[in-house]
Structures are given as structure tokens and as C-alpha cells.
């Protein structure tokens, strides 16, 4: 159903809830998305983008177990459509550099995670803030 290309690189399914097939998708952040994809042309996996409320609980229920009460971020991007996790297939560092770069210039990704070390993956959202908010997993 959401097999449509909505870039020169990336079709909406990408982007849907893995688990209900749901999408919302923040536009701004597709074009950020692109743009990376153009600059370094190599494919990207999306492994997370737009996440139901229950599909949020259930990836923390998943990884933290009992505990997932005090761990959950309530305010996750994901759970708008304004945030993806992805990796680059066989992306080098320089090409995660790039990549974190063109979000800082883009002034629309205002989150970035890295999980480079830690899975190998890297979180980007369009979240409302003046300063671009960095972090590591
Ligand atoms: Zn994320």
C-alpha cells in the first residue's frame, strides 16, 4: 500500500510503522533525507521511521523489560513521523560524517543520535528547538 515513491531514492513504505503498516511522514524530513542519500549515493536502510503510540511501547517493552515505564521518551519524534533511524549499506565513516554534517546545515534536523558504536545506526528527527540537541546510545 505504501510502495509509492515519494524521492528520487526512497518509497513512503520505508518509512511506515513496522509493525501496522501506519505512516506519517514529516516532509522537511525527507528532503534531508534525500539530499544525504544524493551526497553519498549508497543505499540507505531506514530500520525505524514513524512509530505508533503501541509500537513505541512495544520496542521498549522489548529492550528494557519491567523497566520500560521509566525508560520510554514519551516525546520521541518517531511517534509524528518526524524521525528516522537509519545506516548507510557499507557506509564508511567519512560517509556518517557527510551525513551528520548535511543534517547540521540542513536547519531542519534538530535531533541526531549516534548508535554508530553501539549497533551501527544513526537517529535523526525535526524536532522544534533553536540548537541542534547531539547524543550518543
Ligand atoms: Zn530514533
Known amino acids: 500500500m505504501n510502495n509509492i515513491q515519494i524521492s528520487k531514492n526512497f518509497q513512503l513504505i520505508e518509512f511506515e510503522d513496522n509493525r ?61 513521523g518526524q524521525a528516522v533511524d537509519f545506516y548507510i549499506v ?16 540542513s536547519n531542519i534536523i534538530k535531533g541526531i543520535g549516534n548508535g554508530l558504536s553501539n549497533g551501527g545506526f544513526l537517529h535523526m528527527d525535526c524536532r522544534n528547538s533553536d540548537k541542534i540537541i547531539r547524543w550518543s546510545y
Do not use: C, F
Open 20 to 80: 501496522t503498516g501506519e505512516v506519517r511522514l514529516d516532509k522537511r524530513l525527507l528532503k534531508v533525507m534525500q539530499t544525504i542519500r544524493t551526497s553519498i549515493n549508497k543505499p540507505i536502510r531506514i530500520t525505524s521511521g514513524y512509530r505508533t503510540k503501541n509500537t513505541h511501547m512495544q520496542i521498549y517493552k522489548e529492550k528494557y523489560g519491567n523497566a520500560w515505564k521509566d525508560k520510554i521518551a514519551w516525546g520521541s519524534k518517531h511517534l509524528s
Open 90 to 105: 557499507n557506509g564508511t565513516s567519512d560517509d556518517y560524517e557527510k551525513a551528520i554534517k548535511i543534517a547540521i546545515d
